[in-house]
């Protein structure tokens, strides 16, 4: 159930039912664990990924998390923060160190701590794993804004990592430069599209990093130069 919604992406008459279209959603995900538990054998105990609406971190205040004689649940959101850079190239810096005519005005560093925060505060209510299951941010056509590119993946990266919380990059195989273009990897061929290996390498490092100098703050002051 990747992303559900009524056409409004989580913005639409969602807002204004009273509840109605979470409560449905909410029953669909207990019937999908009903439906696969009932099937027996792995599937009685394999984990299950359940979405919030529209695996919006923001849209999990009607969230439920359906029950499981297994117990084996996971909580699925997604995170682009923020959307307008990480997905629409709107704009081409980030972070405290970016020019403030190329960055979006309200979101640095600190927004990205609180989105992660509130996925850390779902496992904290409910007692499941919680994951992001998409966050990225498109490649870029200069040398300058890949730099901000790769920091910010890497400091994504050690926060979520800081926090318990898994990370997986959306890689949709486009080999361009701009709006949507997160590919990583030629999905027929394997090899590499763009940096992509530059870019897991810098994934890689932000999230499993485990040498005590190397903290968030420490990414924060590593931030690409004026």
């Avoid at 405290?96 to 505060?121: C, F, I, M, R, Y």
């Avoid at 998409?134 to 993946?153: D, I, N, P, Q």
């Amino acid at each position: 159930m990747n992303e559900i919604h009524d056409g409004g992406w989580g913005w639409g008459d969602n807002r204004k039912d009273n509840g109605k279209q979470y409560q449905t959603f909410n029953e669909w995900q207990q019937v999908f664990v009903d439906a696969v538990r009932a099937t027996g054998g792995n599937n009685a105990s394999r984990w299950l990924g359940i979405p919030t609406y529209c695996t919006n971190i923001d849209l999990a205040e009607h969230f439920l998390l359906p029950k499981d004689p297994a117990k084996h649940l996971l909580i699925a959101v997604h995170s682009y923060e923020p959307y307008e850079y990480c997905l629409e190239d709107k704009y081409s810096e980030w972070g405290h160190t970016g020019a403030t005519d190329k960055k979006h005005p309200t979101s640095d560093e600190q927004a990205l701590v609180n989105e992660l925060d509130k996925a850390k505060a779902l496992h904290e209510k409910f007692g499941a794993p919680v994951y992001i299951g998409e966050f990225g941010a498109v490649h870029r056509s200069s040398e300058r804004e890949e730099t901000f590119r790769k920091y910010y993946l890497e400091y994504y990266c050690k926060a979520a990592a800081d926090r318990g919380i898994s990370v997986i990059y959306w890689d949709n195989g486009s080999a361009g430069a701009g709006r949507e273009c997160s590919g990583l990897l030629d999905h027929g061929s394997g090899t590499w599209l763009n940096n992509g290996d530059e870019i897991v390498n810098t994934m890689t490092k932000g999230y499993f990093t485990t040498n005590k100098n190397y903290t968030l703050q420490s990414v924060y002051d590593n931030a690409p130069k004026h």
